[in-house]
Structures are given as C-alpha cells and as structure tokens.
C-alpha cells in the first residue's frame, strides 16, 4: 500500500524539491502523507528499505551521540525519564499528550476514516497509520476491516484452554490464557524452526501480529459473555467493523456504543514504548518471542493496579462516593471531603496523575467531549466533572504528585457503565484489545529493522553506594 509507491518514488519527489531535507524533517514528511494502495503489507514491504537505511544512517554516523545522563534517581524510580528505545508508533509529550504518528487525537478524528461522514476514528485507521505513517483513505480501511474479519476464525481449543478456568477467574486470567492458546498457530515460530532468513523475520511477524489483532475481540467477548452473560455467544457480523464487531459480540448494538467503542480502541492503542505493557511486548520479542508471547506478556503487565487495572478502580471509587451519600448529585464540599478521606487512609486518587504527562490526558479530553455529545445529563458523568475541579487543586495543595490532572482512566468506565458495560472487572480486557493495536505494529518494525537482545546493565545497592561515595 505505498503512500508514494516506493522508495524510489519518494528520491524522485525530493529531488523536484530540491534538496535533501533533514532526519527531522524526513520524519515530519512522512507522517503527514495519505495513502494510495489498498494492501497493507504491499504498503509495508515497499517502506521498510527506507526505515532500515535510516537506522544504518544512525547507527554508522551517530552511534556515539550521546541522548542524556542517567542519574541515581532515575536507576532507583522506575527509570523515569531515560532515552531507552526507539518506538515508532506514537511520542508523548509532558505538556501536549499523545501524537500517533505526529498527530494529535483531534487530528486523528479529523483526518482518519470514520463509519459515517465526521465519526470517530475507525481502529482500522488507526492501526494503517501506526504500522506506515501514512493516512489510509475509507477503501483501504475497509479493506483491512475486511482482511481482519477473514482472519479472526479462532480455533475449539483456544476456547477450550479457557473453559479450564473457573468461571470465577479474573477476566484478564482468562484472556491471557486465550492469546497463550493461540500461539500454537504461530507463523513465526513455524517460519524460523524452518529457517527463514532473518532479513524477513518481518513477514512472520506480520501475519501472526493481524491474526492476534483479528482474533482477539472474538476472545475477549466470549470472556464477558462467559463470565457474565451465562455463556450466550453472539457470533462476528461480517457487515461490521472491528470495533463495531466487538461491542456486537459483547451484546450491545447501540450505534452510539459502537461509536464510543471504536473511540475507545483508537485512544487506547499505543502511549509511546516506555509504558509497562509496550515495554514488556518489545522486551519479551527482543529474544525472538513470537507475537503472541511477546503479548501475553503485555497483558500481564497491563493487569497490574498501576497499568491497566486502574480503569476498573476508577468506577470503583466513583461507586463508593455514591454510595457514601446516597447518591452521585453531592456538593463540592461533600466531595472534597470524600477525598481527604480516601487520601488520608493511605489510598491514591485513581485516574489521576501520570508518569509522563503534566497536564490533562487529551484521551480523558475527547471522552468528556464524547460525553458532553451524547450524554450530557448522566449524573455520574456530571460527577466525574466535578471531580476534575476539585482534585487537583487538592493534590496541587499537598505537594505530593507532579502531575494533578486526570488521566484516560479517569472517564472510560463512566462511559462505559453509561452504556450497559457495568463489569468493571472486565475493563482492563477493553484495554488489553485496544493495546494490541499499538503493539502490533511496533513488533513488525523490530523484526523489519533487526533490533537487538534488550540487555540493559543493573547494578547492586553496595555497587550503587561506592558510586555516589566517589
């Protein structure tokens, strides 16, 4: 699907230009190009000479750049701030949030297909534009939904390894269990057991990295609907999208749903490599992990309170303040009050704060815009407003977080809940589809540009302790 066709076609057009641009501006220029073909990997294939000339560029010409100090703090608090990996999908900025491929959300929803004429985000969209840098036109979106629907056929045993599971496991047990059974079915590893080149490592890592994004949503509502809805399988709709498809295999048609869904997987996606479940699928695939155990690892990651499971306490603690008072129209006071009380036993503000972003999450940003659209007058998402004006002048107050704002948990599971979704529990699964559209595309390109072992360099306490002595 070459947005320019190829590399030699985009030599000719800088030459009509007239100059050779800059790494920077190479970036910049790539990011803001539309798409022209309809097959994804065709797209791919053609992009990839250029990408792995660049990483030679940088590799022969600038090994010895230096890209900042690591300091004690740093070794010591979860290596916040250290230049580590390169991730192609998305950057975040502290003050600016989340750009995919150079553009924001609000550009994403202005520039990338949607169902209908000024929808949200297709998710297929989104994924063309992690995996190539490029905007996909509706053909080609349509196209790959129609490619993912061909490849989301999930094999007896896969629900099988499932049923062995209690009902009464944690959905993301359960979901991980089913990526697990789908490695069986690994093109990767049948590819390199036979001995495929490492020059295309890539073209493995493709198609089990579209058929784990195929099948997941199939996995994932046959979780809910096990564990929730008495067993009761809604099958795929050919006519649907993906993220569609998923809320309908879930068992909610509601066209507003099917939207808020596919604005769901779009802004759950990718938040650059440095998060726990993107770090750990690039970690776990550095040793030639295959798609699948790269991911499973993810979302185990995912699972923790301070990743992915922070969604589900949101609507937790947003439950717990109605039930305090009663009900969810309470005063400022009465709020403020609740949350020197959650604060003062130990407890955190859950959908508040972040480890990169100093100012408010732009995904929290267009969920309240979601909100304000189609459910202004929902008192739990009137709250979840208040909420935002009374916690960070409080947390600002006590001098204890650097970032007070709210973060993507802080809204989904209103919205969700609003539409029928009540299982908090099952909310990090959401995440956990949504993730690997973000994933994916970043295992293609390692595979594509042949990134090493990750093998970084530890060190003891007593080592640590003569260094700072010196």
Known sequence: MAFFRSVSALSRLRSRVGQQPTLANSVRWLQIQTSTATDLRSELKE?????????????????????????????????????????????????????????????????LPGACPGGEPLPEGILWLLLTGKIPNKEQVDSLSQELRSRATIPDYAFKAIDALPVSAHPMTQFTTGVMALQVESEFQKAYESGIPKARYWEPTYEDTLNLIARLPGIAAYIYRRKYKDGKIIPLDDSLDYGANYAH?????????????????????????????????????????????????????????????????????????????????????????????????????????????????????????????????DPYFQLVSKIKEVVPPILTKLGKVKNPWPNVDAHSGVLLNYYGLTEENYYTVLFGVSRAVGVGPQLIWDRALGMPLERPKSVTLEKLEQLCAK
């Open 47 to 111: 992009l990839i000479p250029e990408y792995q000339e660049r990483v030679k560029k940088l590799r022969k010409e600038h090994a010895n750049v230096e890209l900042g100090k690591i300091t004690v703090d740093m070794v010591l608090g979860g290596m916040r701030g250290m230049t580590a990996l390169v991730w192609l999908g998305s950057a975040v900025d502290p003050d600016e949030g989340i750009r995919f491929r150079g553009m924001t959300i609000p550009d994403c929803q202005k520039k």
């Open 249 to 377: 295999m879930l068992g909610f048609d509601d066209p507003e749903m099917l939207e808020f869904m596919r604005l769901y997987i779009s802004i759950h996606s990718d938040h650059e490599g440095g998060n726990v479940s993107s770090h750990t699928a690039h970690l776990v695939a550095s040793p030639l992990s295959d798609p699948y155990l790269a991911f499973a690892a993810a979302l185990n990651g995912l699972a923790g309170p301070l990743h992915g499971l922070a969604n589900q306490e949101v609507l937790r603690w947003i439950r717990s303040i109605v039930a305090e008072f009663g009900t969810p129209n309470i005063s400022t006071e009465q709020l403020s009050e609740y949350i020197h009380k959650t604060l003062n036993s130990g407890q955190v503000i859950p959908g508040y704060g972040h480890g990169v972003l100093r100012k408010t999450d732009p995904r929290y940003t267009c969920q309240r815009e979601f909100a304000l659209k189609h459910l202004p007058n």
